[in-house]
């Protein structure tokens, strides 16, 4: 069992580099781009992936070009998917899910309390 998380691990890392490098590369629609894939989890059996991207230029949360960069990458999915197939050798392709990662947003809203808080524990 140890070996199969293994691999799935393996195979979620080849997914995100790949991906990362067809659509920097290979897809040209514009609502994907700007684009970072932030990481990559895969199913024990390699059958399904969660993609989680992020726009790399994107400051504030823009509700509207993050539900066209979803659209834009369910419309590259099948090119996507294929590509990844034949790339890593995989015998099963692999379904691809994309979720937008909030993590960093998330993360500089903390930054943000955080500063917040230091700074009224200096007024005081």
């Known amino acids: 069992?140890?070996?199969?998380?293994?691999?799935?691990?393996?195979?979620?890392?080849?997914?995100?580099?790949?991906l990362?490098?067809?659509?920097?590369?290979?897809?040209r629609d514009p609502r994907v781009a700007g684009v970072v894939v932030s990481r990559v989890t895969v199913t024990d059996d390699l059958r399904n992936a969660k993609v989680y991207v992020r726009?790399?230029?994107?400051?504030?949360r823009d509700e509207a070009r993050q539900k066209e960069l979803m659209i834009g990458l369910k419309s590259a999915?099948?090119?996507?998917?294929?590509s990844i197939t034949k790339e890593l050798s995989l015998r099963v392709a692999p379904e691809l899910r994309f979720y937008y990662d909030e993590?960093?947003?998330?993360?500089?809203?903390?930054?943000?309390?955080?500063?917040?808080?230091?700074r009224d524990a200096r007024s005081k």
Do not use: P, Y
């Open 1 to 18: 069992m140890a070996a199969e998380v293994k691999r799935a691990t393996r195979v979620a890392e080849g997914i995100r580099e790949e």
């Open 103 to 118: 993590a960093v947003e998330k993360q500089q809203k903390v930054d943000e309390l955080l500063a917040e808080i230091e």
């Open 55 to 60: 726009l790399l230029d994107l400051v504030e």
């Open 77 to 82: 999915a099948g090119m996507l998917r294929s």
């Open 20 to 27: 990362a490098n067809l659509l920097a590369r290979k897809v």
